[in-house]
């Protein structure tokens, strides 16, 4: 009788561990210029990185600036775009 309990126990472990790892969030958010872009240019003081595969501008978020970095001009005229991952 006294396995029974343990076994329950061990049960219930095991999926927390499984989840744990991909319940992360990542801490960054990513956002792309919507064309390629000819110059760098700076939003809310981010530089960006060119992709030279597409010749787009990427900029790497924190997620506790995503919210002001959303507010921004370029952002709000499409001009730089989410990334989709």
Do not use: C
Not at 27 to 36: A, C, D, L, N
């Amino acid at each position: 009788m006294s396995d029974k309990p343990k076994k329950a126990a061990a049960e219930k472990a095991e999926p927390t561990e499984a989840v744990a790892p991909t319940a992360q969030k990542s801490q960054v958010v990513w956002y792309e210029s919507r064309q390629p872009e000819p110059t760098m240019f700076e939003v809310d003081n981010i530089r960006p990185i060119r992709n030279f595969s597409n010749g787009h501008l990427e900029w790497e978020v924190p997620i506790e600036r995503d919210e002001l970095f959303s507010q921004h001009f370029f952002v709000q005229t499409s001009r730089v775009v989410m990334k989709r991952v």
